[in-house]
């Protein structure tokens, strides 16, 4: 795949792109990557970005090494804590709300990565803490309880007999994300275009029904 001068010459993609991304120190735009390091094709540094843990998505095509977030020993234990804490009131926490409680806590580690999006610092956590939560897309949660999106909004759903289609829109911004309708059609019924019903408290008007 590739001509050296010397023999004892090794290629290693991995390495180019990674020392890429730390030399640059703020996320880098997968364009950028690709220019930078035009002697790769742009199918394998893709590849290279999505199946290696390190090299962070910072959204809009922008990557960055994992070292770009600058977290201490102190700081991974106060997160932890913040997940332990959330996970023990009500199984999970989403990203989202995570990288909020963050900003609120302890703002300095916001402040330190100024150039990280709540994506990037939310997979950066992922990276570093992965072995002790669950993360499933923007839900984290207890490894011995693994919970996925399609699971928050059953469990909405089950927890109430009355919604809104406003208040499912609300959950799934909070929690980034679409609307799972096949999930709460198992649970409950929609009986206008606005509101919801569990099928334990659907009325069915029999004799209009019949008319």
Do not use: W
């Amino acid at each position: 795949y590739y001509i050296s001068k010397d023999s004892c010459i090794v290629a290693d993609p991995y390495e180019e792109i990674k020392c890429c991304l730390k030399e640059y120190l703020i996320p880098m735009d997968s364009k950028k990557i690709c220019q930078d390091l035009s002697h790769i094709p742009q199918k394998k540094i893709m590849q290279i970005l999505g199946m290696n843990s390190e090299f962070i998505n910072n959204g809009k095509s922008a990557y960055f090494f994992v070292d770009l977030v600058h977290f201490s020993e102190e700081d991974l234990k106060n997160i932890s804590d913040l997940i332990d804490t959330e996970v023990g009131i009500k199984k999970f926490i989403s990203g989202n709300e995570l990288i909020d409680i963050i900003h609120i806590k302890y703002p300095y580690i916001i402040d330190n990565n100024a150039s990280i999006s709540s994506l990037g610092m939310r997979d950066a956590i992922k990276y570093h803490l992965g072995n002790r939560f669950s993360f499933n897309g923007n839900i984290i949660s207890s490894q011995s309880n693994d919970i996925y999106m399609a699971n928050v909004f059953e469990n909405f759903a089950r927890d109430h007999d009355s919604f809104s289609l406003a208040e499912l829109n609300l959950l799934a911004t909070e929690m980034n994300s679409t609307i799972y309708f096949e999930e709460i059609y198992n649970i409950c019924l929609r009986i206008n275009q606005e509101q919801f019903v569990s099928k334990e408290r659907a009325c069915f008007r029999v004799q209009e029904t019949d008319a």
